[in-house]
């Protein structure tokens, strides 16, 4: 595999963590609705997340994927986000 086909697989990984990410916490808060200034909070693991042990496969890439994701969606409904996303 050469560096952009590297790249690209990196980015189609990304892309679908986002979407898995707003798919969650779409379907989440359309079982559970939460009032505006409500904290939503996410706790994960990167390492699990890329499929990894607890600290063995730290990305600060997925866990920006989350948190930009997360984010997005929640403050467009008015809920804070606290997030913890360990490295």
Do not use: W, Y
Request: glycine share 8%; net charge negative.
């Amino acid at each position: 595999m050469n560096t952009n086909e590297i790249k690209n697989a990196v980015a189609e990984d990304l892309a679908e963590i986002s979407c898995q990410t707003e798919k969650i916490i779409t379907n989440l808060l359309a079982s559970h609705p939460q009032k505006k200034g409500a904290v939503f909070v996410i706790g994960c693991s990167t390492s699990e997340v890329a499929g990894g042990s607890i600290g063995k496969d730290s990305s600060a890439e997925i866990g920006k994927a989350i948190f930009e994701t997360a984010n997005r969606i929640l403050s467009e409904k008015g809920i804070f986000l606290a997030c913890q996303c360990c490295e």
